[in-house]
């Protein structure tokens, strides 16, 4: 199983970006996947987490309204669209998936298998 999360960048506060995460390796169309942030320093903490067909998504108390998850399973890639960006949200983002056959939505990281490289954003004030 490949992620390959791309995107991030430097960005001023309040400015956007969007990620992207491409899977390859798995049955992307039913897989749970998730976004989440390690800041330096700091624990690797949960951002979004969606369910197969998205209908079922997560977020973070702190980027609700501002991020949005979106998932093309025909593209086998997940999204995830970042406005008016804070500085505390510099981090590096990575993307995960549960196993094969895993429906549970869930926000605890340790309950996904495979984890993407990582992309960092930076956000200036």
């Known amino acids: 199983v490949q992620l390959q999360a791309s995107g991030g960048g430097l960005v001023q506060a309040g400015g956007s970006l969007r990620l992207s995460c491409a899977a390859s390796?798995?049955?992307?169309?039913?897989?749970?996947m998730g976004w989440f942030r390690q800041a330096p320093g700091k624990a690797r903490e949960f951002v979004v987490v969606t369910s197969w067909s998205g209908g079922i998504t997560h977020y973070a108390d702190s980027v609700r309204g501002r991020f949005t998850l979106s998932r093309d399973n025909g593209k086998n890639t997940v999204y995830l669209q970042m406005n008016n960006l804070k500085p505390e949200d510099t981090a590096v983002y990575y993307c995960?998936?549960?196993?094969?056959?895993?429906?549970?939505?869930?926000?605890?990281?340790?309950?996904?298998?495979?984890w993407g490289q990582g992309t960092q954003v930076t956000v200036s004030s």
């Open positions: 390796g798995l049955t992307f169309s039913s897989a749970v």
């Open positions: 995960a998936a549960r196993g094969a056959g895993i429906t549970v939505v869930t926000r605890s990281r340790q309950q996904y298998k495979h």
